[in-house]
C-alpha cells in the first residue's frame, strides 16, 4: 500500500514501491534509484529525518510542502504517472526527437525522473512549465545539483525549465509524446489536448476540490481520444499567470468557470461501453425531432416559472435546451456526443438562443458538475449503468442551489413488457425506476415520482407504447431526513399487497413463488445470493406486521422520535479538516431486525450524507453501491483483522494524509471527506460481506481498519448485555464501533484527549453511543428476564422437565421465529428453535414459570403436562413477532433444503 513505502534512504523508499507492486517496469525503478529525492524536497530539520513543515524524512512516501501552498507529490503518486508514461517514453520511434511535457513542475523532481526513464540511445527535450518564478529557480538549482544542466542545448537529454501558464503548455516546443500534469483541473485543456502528438499520452488529475480521479488520456493516429482512471488523488489547481497573482486563489476554483466553454472531460473506470454509435446517431437529422419533452414542457411550467441558470444531462441535439432558452433560462447541456453538441449549437442558433446555451463535451459516467451552481437540473431519457448514474445524482444534489430542482424523464423497468421487438428505449440494466430516483436523490424533498405508459413520438427513435418514469424533486434548507428517504425506496421498490395475507408464511411464498426461477443455492451464503428476494420477504413481513419502517420495531411502541439527531463534528488537525462519512452495508439477513443497533446510527444521522445505509439485495441502492465500490482507490472497511491483514487508526489516519497532494494552509478551503464501509450484521454475514467487497472492488484496494482492542476489552457493551446476560464484556455492536472509531479519530488527530480507555472527549461519538439507551431500553422491555429457579424443589422441578419433554416432542415452533420469549434464549437461526424447545433448558424453563405461580406442586401426568405447555410455551411464543428477515431465511432455506449441502446453508 502506497502510504506503506516509507523507506530509510532512496534505494529503501524504490524497493518498497515495487515490492507494493506500484513500480513494476525496470526503467522506471532505475530512474527512481538514480534521482535522490532528498535534492528536490525541503531541508531536514537538524537532528531529525523530519520535514520542517510535514513532519516527514526526504524518503517518505508522503507529500512534501515547498511553499505556495503547493507540495512535491508522495513518491508514488510518481510512480504510477511514470509507470502510465513509461511505454511511451521507452517504445517511441528513433531517431526522432522524443518531447515530454512537465506541467507544474515545481520543484523539477518529475523532470529528473521523465529524462532518465528514456532509453540511454535516446534523443529527448524534457520541458517544464511552471507558474511560480521562485519555483522556477529552485528546480533550475535542484537539477543542477543532480548532474543536469537546464536550459543548455543539448545533443542528448535537453531539459528546459520556463515560467509560463500551465493551460497553455508550449506551443513553441511541440508537439509532446507525453504531458504529465501536476495539478487538478475541471476540465480537459484543449491547449494541451492540442499539443499532444497523436499516438501520445496525457496523465493529468480531473475533478474538483474535493476529489480527483488521476486520468491516463490516450490520442490514437487518428487523433481520436480514450480514457482510462488510474486512482483517486487530490492535487491543487492549475492556475493561471493571472489567477497566480491572487494570492487567494490557489486552493479554491470557479464553478462559473467550469461552464464557460466547451470541455472535455473523462470517463470512469467502468464506463458504459454502449452499443450505440451517438455520434453516428446525432450526425444524420434529428434522431428526437427537434421539439421538447412534453413532460419537460409541463414540468417547467410548473416548477422553472423564472429565469434560471439550467443544467441538462444527455442533452443529445439539444431540443430540450433551446425550449428552455426560448424561455429566457440560461442552459448548460452536456453529452458525450460531439456530433450532438455541434447539432444542438445549430439548433440554438436557429431559435436565435445561442447566447443562452452553453455546450460541454463530457462523459457523464464520470463528469461532475460544479457545486452549488444550477437552480435546475434536468435529465430527459439520459441512460447509464447504474454506479455511474448513482454517482452522478449524488453529485447534482451538491450542484443544486437552495431552492432548485431536478426533473428526471427515463424509461420505467416495467417499458420491459410493453416494447416491442425493436421498439425504443435502453437495455434492461439502463431502466430506471421512481424507487432508484428516490434513493439516489435522498435528502431532495420529493414532488413528483410516478409511472406512466404513455404513446411516444418523438422522432425517428422514439415512437411507440412507452411506460416511462417521472420525476420531481426540490432542494430545501430545512431537515432532508435522508435515511427515510432511502427506506422509503426500498419499501416502494416491490411493493406486496398483504391485506389479503393469512400469515408470514404466506406473504413469504408468494414472494418465492415470483422469484423461484431466480434462486440460487449452491453458494457460501444463500441469503446473499438471493438478496433481492430476501429484501423483499422481508419489507413484505414488516407490513405484515405493521412494523415501523425506520426503527424497525413496532408502529404502535415506535422509537424513532426518541433518537437525537447528530450534529457531525469536523475534526481540524494541521490546517486541515476531516469528516468521516460511514456508508453502512446492511446484509439482507440483517435488514429490519428489531435489534440492530446501526439503523440507530443512519437515523441519528438522517440529514447528513455523512452516514448512509445501504441494503444488499435493494435494487434501488445497488448503484449506490456499485458506484462505491467501483470507485478507484483503496476502500477503508471497518472490520477487524490481524496486524498483517488490517491497519490500525492512526495508520489509516497517515494513508488518508499521505494520498492527499495538497497543502492549503486556509483550511475553510481544504476539507476532507473520509468515507469507510462498514459491514452490518451477524460475524457470519459480515464475513461473507467483506469478501463481496473484496470481490467487487478488488482485494488490493480494500483496507481493514481495526480499532484498539484494549479498549474493546474493556467495553461492556449494553446493547449485548440486554441480549445476553453476561456476555457483553469484550463485544460491541456496529453503532458502538462507529463511535469507537471516531473517537479514536478524534484522539489520533489531537483534536480531543482521551479521558476513558474507549471514549475521547468528542462530541459525535458520544451523542452516538447515548442513542443505544434507547434500543436497550426497547429490549429490556419486551424482553424481561425469567424467573429464577431457585426456590423450586428440585425432584419436582426435574420430573415437570421430563414430562413436559416427553410431550413437547410433537411441538412445531412458530415460523421465523428466533428469540425464545420463555427462556430468553436467542438461536443462531429460526430454524434451530423447534429444537430448542423440544430441549431440557426451554422445558426446564417452562416448568420453573409454572411451579413459580401455581399451588399445585404435585408430580405431572401427560395430560397436566400438555395443558401446562400449551400455556407456559406455546401460546407465548405464538404471540411474539419473528424478525422479518428470519422469516426469509427460513423461506428460503425451506425452499432451496432439499438440493443445498450442509456446508452451503446459511448461517445467521
Not at 463535451?361 to 452549488?372: R, V
Not at 395430560?863 to 400449551?870: E, I, P, S, W
Request: one cysteine or more.
Amino acid at each position: 500500500m502506497a502510504w506503506r513505502c516509507t523507506g530509510n534512504t532512496n534505494a529503501e523508499l524504490v524497493a518498497n514501491l515495487e515490492t507494493a507492486k506500484i513500480v513494476h517496469t525496470p526503467a522506471v525503478r532505475d530512474a527512481m534509484l538514480r534521482t535522490d529525492r532528498a535534492i528536490y524536497v525541503p531541508p531536514v530539520a537538524p537532528g531529525t529525518r523530519r520535514s520542517a513543515t510535514y513532519q516527514y524524512g526526504p524518503y517518505a512516501d508522503a507529500p512534501q510542502a515547498l511553499g505556495h501552498k503547493v507540495t512535491v507529490s508522495a513518491p508514488f503518486i510518481h510512480a504510477v504517472a511514470l509507470e502510465a508514461l513509461a511505454d511511451r517514453l521507452i517504445q517511441c520511434e528513433q531517431p526522432r526527437l522524443l518531447r515530454v511535457l512537465d506541467v507544474g513542475s515545481g520543484s523539477g523532481i518529475l523532470l529528473a525522473y521523465l529524462a532518465r526513464v528514456a532509453i540511454p540511445s535516446s534523443s529527448m527535450k524534457v520541458v517544464g512549465i511552471e507558474v511560480i518564478p521562485d519555483l522556477v529557480e529552485r528546480a533550475i538549482t535542484n537539477l543542477k545539483r543532480d548532474g543536469f544542466e537546464p536550459n543548455q542545448a543539448s545533443s542528448g537529454v535537453e531539459v528546459v525549465v520556463r515560467h509560463g501558464d500551465g493551460w497553455e503548455g508550449a506551443v513553441d516546443l511541440g508537439p509532446f509524446d507525453c504531458i504529465h500534469v501536476g495539478a487538478f483541473v475541471s476540465s480537459l485543456p484543449t491547449g494541451l489536448l492540442e499539443q499532444l502528438r497523436n499516438g501520445g499520452r496525457m496523465v493529468i488529475p480531473i475533478g474538483d476540490r474535493v476529489m480527483q480521479e488521476f486520468t491516463q488520456v490516450d490520442k490514437d493516429c487518428d487523433g481520436h481520444l480514450t480514457f482510462k482512471t488510474l486512482r483517486t488523488v487530490r492535487f491543487v489547481p492549475l492556475v493561471s499567470k493571472d489567477q497566480e497573482a491572487d494570492s487567494d486563489f490557489r486552493g479554491q476554483t470557479s464553478a462559473d468557470a467550469a461552464t464557460a466553454a466547451l470541455a472535455v472531460s473523462f470517463p470512469g473506470p467502468d464506463r458504459d461501453m454502449s452499443t450505440v454509435d451517438w455520434n453516428a446517431r446525432y450526425t444524420k437529422g434529428w434522431a428526437y425531432g427537434k421539439e421538447p419533452s412534453q413532460f419537460l414542457v409541463k414540468a417547467s411550467a410548473d416548477y422553472l416559472v423564472e429565469p434560471r441558470k439550467i443544467l441538462l444531462l444527455y442533452e443529445g441535439q439539444g431540443r430540450n435546451a433551446a425550449y428552455l432558452a426560448g424561455k429566457g433560462h440560461h442552459c448548460t447541456i452536456v453529452d458525450s456526443s460531439h456530433a450532438g453538441l455541434t447539432k444542438a449549437t445549430l439548433l440554438a442558433k436557429q431559435r436565435e438562443v445561442s447566447d443562452m446555451v452553453v455546450p460541454i463535451l463530457a462523459d457523464l459516467n464520470s463528469w461532475s458538475p460544479p457545486e452549488n451552481s444550477f437552480d435546475a437540473v434536468i435529465s430527459i431519457f439520459g441512460t447509464a449503468i447504474p454506479a455511474a448514474r448513482a454517482r452522478l445524482h449524488r453529485a447534482c444534489i451538491r450542484a443544486l442551489r437552495s431552492g432548485g430542482v431536478v426533473i428526471v424523464e427515463a424509461f420505467s423497468p416495467r417499458h420491459a413488457l410493453v416494447r416491442r421487438k425493436n421498439a425504443l428505449g435502453p437495455s434492461a440494466d439502463k431502466l430506471v425506476s421512481t424507487s432508484m430516483l428516490v434513493a439516489e436523490f435522498a435528502g431532495l424533498q420529493i414532488t413528483l415520482a410516478k409511472e406512466a405508459e404513455v404513446q411516444l413520438n418523438e422522432g425517428k427513435f422514439h415512437r411507440g407504447p412507452a411506460v416511462l418514469t417521472w420525476f420531481v424533486a426540490h432542494r430545501s434548507d430545512g431537515a432532508s431526513h435522508m435515511y427515510q428517504a432511502m427506506m422509503d425506496a426500498v419499501f416502494q421498490e416491490r411493493v406486496t399487497d398483504v391485506r389479503a395475507a393469512h400469515s408470514r408464511e404466506a406473504v413469504c411464498q408468494s414472494v418465492i413463488d415470483n422469484a423461484s426461477s431466480q434462486l440460487e443455492s449452491k453458494t457460501e451464503d444463500t441469503i446473499l445470493s438471493n438478496a433481492a428476494a430476501a429484501v423483499h420477504m422481508s419489507t413484505a413481513c414488516s407490513l405484515f406486521d405493521k412494523l415501523c419502517r425506520y426503527c424497525w420495531v413496532s408502529s404502535v411502541e415506535c422509537i424513532c422520535a426518541k433518537v437525537r439527531p447528530i450534529n457531525p463534528q469536523v475534526i481540524s488537525s494541521k490546517g486541515r479538516n476531516y469528516r468521516v462519512q460511514f456508508k453502512i452495508l446492511c446484509h439482507p439477513a440483517e435488514f429490519l431486525r428489531s435489534t440492530s443497533s446501526a439503523k440507530l446510527a443512519a437515523l441519528a444521522y438522517s440529514t447528513e450524507l455523512d452516514c448512509e445505509m445501504l441494503v444488499v439485495g435493494a435494487e434501488c441502492h445497488e448503484g449506490l453501491i456499485s458506484a462505491i465500490l467501483s470507485h478507484p482507490g483503496p476502500k477503508f472497511v471497518l472490520y477487524p483483522g490481524s496486524p498483517e491483514e488490517s491497519v490500525t487508526v492512526e495508520e489509516f489516519i497517515a494513508a488518508t494524509d499521505a494520498d492527499v497532494e495538497i497543502d492549503v494552509p486556509d483550511a475553510s478551503q481544504n476539507e476532507m471527506a473520509v468515507t469507510v464501509l462498514v459491514p452490518d450484521g451477524s460475524w457470519q454475514c459480515t464475513r461473507v460481506l467483506l469478501r463481496e467487497i473484496e470481490r467487487r472492488a478488488a482485494p488490493n484496494n480494500v483496507v481493514r481498519v481495526r480499532l484498539d482492542s484494549a479498549a474493546i476489552a474493556s467495553r461492556r457493551s449494553p446493547l449485548i448485555e440486554a441480549l445476553k446476560e453476561g456476555q457483553g464484556l469484550g463485544r460491541i455492536s456496529t453503532l458502538e464501533a462507529m463511535a469507537f472509531f471516531l473517537s479514536e479519530v478524534h484522539g489520533k488527530l489531537g483534536a480531543g484527549k482521551i479521558t476513558q480507555p474507549w471514549l475521547s472527549d468528542d462530541r459525535t461519538s458520544a451523542e452516538l453511543l447515548a442513542n443505544l439507551d434507547h434500543l436497550v431500553e426497547w429490549i429490556r422491555t419486551h424482553r424481561p428476564r425469567c424467573p429464577h429457579k431457585a426456590g423450586v424443589d428440585k425432584r419436582t422441578l426435574s420430573a415437570w422437565t421430563e414430562q413436559l419433554r416427553v410431550e413437547a416432542e410433537s411441538v412445531v415452533a412458530p415460523f421465523g421465529l428466533r428469540h425464545c420469549a420463555v427462556c430468553g434464549e436467542t438461536l443462531a437461526t429460526a430454524i434451530r428453535l423447534t429444537e430448542h424447545v423440544r430441549g431440557r433448558k426451554h422445558c426446564e424453563q417452562v416448568a420453573v414459570d409454572y411451579l413459580s405461580s401455581s399451588e399445585n406442586t404435585s408430580l405431572p401426568d401427560s395430560a397436566h403436562a400438555r395443558a401446562v405447555l400449551k400455556r407456559h410455551s406455546t401460546d407465548v411464543l405464538e404471540q411474539s413477532t419473528p424478525e422479518p428477515p428470519d422469516c426469509a431465511i427460513v423461506t428460503l432455506t425451506n425452499t432451496l433444503s432439499s438440493h443445498v449441502p450442509d456446508k452451503f446453508k446459511p448461517h445467521d
